[in-house]
């Protein structure tokens, strides 16, 4: 088992997926084609090629963690400004 990669994901995956299924889904598909390519292949953790993918994943993955939550800040800030409270 392992942590889902995701930025703040708190899920445990098991070693045959490379993260949570909601998170797996959010990578675009040639990323996820390439990770299941790298692992059908039986390329090594260290391999080369399969680190260069794994590397592109969390960059996507942390640039949409901080898309995601720049949206929800500037959500919380409409509402706070019509009078709700944060959530």
């Not at 960059?59 to 898309?67: D, G, I, N, Q, R």
Request: aromatic letters at 10%; glycine letters at 6%.
């Amino acid at each position: 088992m392992h942590g889902c990669p995701y930025p703040g994901c708190p899920k445990d995956c098991p070693d045959s997926m490379y993260a949570c299924k909601p998170h797996w889904f959010v990578l675009p598909k040639p990323i996820r084609s390439e990770i299941w390519r790298t692992y059908k292949a039986g390329l090594s953790l260290d391999h080369p090629e399969r680190l260069q993918v794994l590397r592109d994943a969390r960059a996507f993955y942390s640039e949409h963690a901080k898309e995601a939550g720049a949206k929800k800040a500037a959500e919380e800030a409409k509402r706070t400004a019509q009078g709700a409270l944060p959530i």
